[in-house]
Every structure is written in structure tokens, then in C-alpha cells.
């Protein structure tokens, strides 16, 4: 087994994990009520994708 001969510094750690982020996700409007959505999935208010009707919404 590999041994580290030199003790890596919790700044030098630190450093490495920065890029470790959540990133925030990308919405878009959809084009048949307005909502906003996530890209590539259907719209919860209308059920609609891309301009067609995707999945049946329940009424009110």
C-alpha cells in the first residue's frame, strides 16, 4: 500500500474541495401556460412538452 510521505495542509485539502458546488438548475417557461419548468420535463401545471400534450393533468 501507497503511504503519503508529507502531510497534505488543510488549506492545500480545502483548495481542492472549493470546486465541489451545487450548481443552479436551468428553468425555462413553458410555451403553452407559462410556467416555469425544468429543462427537459414536462410541465406539472399543463402536462405539456415541447408543444404537445405529454401526460393528463387532473382539474381542479
Known amino acids: 500500500m501507497a503511504h503519503p ?3 497534505i495542509s488543510k488549506t492545500r485539502r ?3 474541495r472549493t470546486h465541489y458546488k451545487a450548481e443552479t438548475p436551468t428553468l ?3 410555451s403553452n401556460c407559462g410556467a416555469t419548468v425544468l429543462y427537459h420535463r414536462v410541465c406539472p401545471e399543463c402536462g ?3 408543444g404537445k400534450q405529454a ?3 387532473k382539474g381542479e
Open 55 to 57: 401526460i393528463a393533468v
Open 48 to 50: 405539456y412538452y415541447r
Open 28 to 30: 425555462a417557461t413553458c
Open 5 to 7: 510521505k508529507h502531510k
Open 14 to 16: 480545502d483548495k481542492r
